[in-house]
């Protein structure tokens, strides 16, 4: 079994690496909807497929730091449900300062990504909005058999 500082080290390492990943992940969102907006679907799939790498390549740390916390709550004989890096940092004292400094930037990152996210699907239900319109638009113009017209015919 790794000792406790063995274990915050783990921890203050993955919790540089997910708030980097979360910085990335705001990029590509960034990206997305800057790709919407310019209506670049080459550009979109490419921010998403991005995307879809990201979060592939956060199992591995989210692996890392279950069992830091489950080798960690062994220590100190609690649930490891109840281990969360705010409660590791506490629970260190003095050791777990640079973890609760980390935490809080990995908790900004997270939320920027979340605001973005909130933002760019705002952004998508709008466009979908606007579709749907246009549509009807075009069926409600093609008379009462509900037919469209080929324009290229």
């Given at each position: 079994?790794?000792?406790?500082?063995?274990?915050?080290n783990v921890?203050?390492?993955?919790a540089?690496e997910?708030?980097v990943?979360?910085?990335?992940?705001?990029?590509?969102?960034?990206?997305?909807?800057?790709?919407?907006?310019?209506?670049?679907?080459?550009?979109l799939?490419?921010?998403?497929?991005?995307?879809?790498?990201?979060?592939?390549?956060?199992?591995?740390?989210?692996?890392?730091?279950l069992?830091?916390?489950v080798?960690?709550?062994?220590?100190w004989?609690?649930?490891?449900?109840?281990?969360?890096?705010g409660?590791v940092?506490?629970?260190?004292?003095?050791?777990?300062?640079?973890?609760?400094?980390?935490r809080?930037?990995?908790?900004?990152a997270?939320?920027a990504v979340?605001?973005?996210?909130?933002?760019l699907?705002?952004?998508?239900r709008?466009?979908?909005?606007?579709?749907?319109?246009?549509?009807?638009g075009v069926v409600?113009?093609?008379g009462t058999?509900?037919r469209l017209?080929?324009a290229?015919?």
């Amino acid at each position: 079994m790794r000792t406790v500082r063995a274990l915050l080290n783990v921890l203050e390492h993955d919790a540089r690496e997910e708030t980097v990943a979360q910085k990335r992940r705001l990029a590509l969102v960034e990206r997305q909807e800057q790709a919407i907006r310019l209506n670049k679907p080459t550009e979109l799939d490419a921010a998403v497929a991005e995307i879809e790498r990201e979060l592939e390549a956060q199992g591995p740390r989210d692996l890392r730091r279950l069992q830091a916390l489950v080798e960690l709550s062994k220590h100190w004989g609690c649930d490891a449900r109840a281990m969360t890096l705010g409660s590791v940092a506490e629970r260190a004292g003095t050791d777990g300062a640079k973890l609760g400094v980390l935490r809080g930037e990995l908790r900004e990152a997270t939320s920027a990504v979340l605001r973005e996210n909130r933002r760019l699907s705002a952004l998508v239900r709008m466009h979908r909005q606007i579709v749907e319109d246009v549509l009807a638009g075009v069926v409600a113009g093609a008379g009462t058999d509900g037919r469209l017209v080929d324009a290229e015919a």
